[in-house]
Nanobody, 111 residues
Framework: QGQLVESGGGLVQPGGSLRLSCAAS????????VAWYRQAPGKSRDLVAT???????NYADSVKGRFTISRDNAKRTVYLQMRSLEPDDTAVYFC?????WGQGTQVTVSS
């Protein structure tokens, strides 16, 4: 049974940075796409970024140039480096490795 555990969320001022981590267990990590989603209050859960096993990445237009997804196959961990954070980035961020979801980590961008 796969399990994903996110960490690294918190409160940050506009313009600040955070790095989210997602540790995977019970999953054949090296050969599968990984992704981050986010869900703001009252809104749908939206795709933020994906990364293929070979390192191909895709980003939502709203985060291009500010967020970077990466993976460490040896550590079975996915990262989301977030820079130049804006209040609209406030959401619960979820790690996704099909068919599993993490529990989510809250990111709040506020002064």
């Amino acid at each position: 049974q796969g399990q994903l555990v996110e960490s690294g969320g918190g409160l940050v001022q506009p313009g600040g940075s955070l790095r989210l981590s997602c540790a995977a267990s019970g999953i054949t990590f090296n050969s599968i796409d990984v992704a981050w989603y986010r869900q703001a209050p009252g809104k749908s859960r939206d795709l933020v970024a994906t990364m293929s096993p070979r390192g191909t990445t895709n980003y939502a237009d709203s985060v291009k140039g500010r967020f970077t997804i990466s993976r460490d196959n040896a550590k079975r961990t996915v990262y989301l480096q977030m820079r130049s954070l804006e209040p609209d980035d406030t959401a619960v961020y979820f790690c996704r490795i099909r068919p599993w979801w993490g529990q989510g980590t809250q990111v709040t961008v506020s002064s």
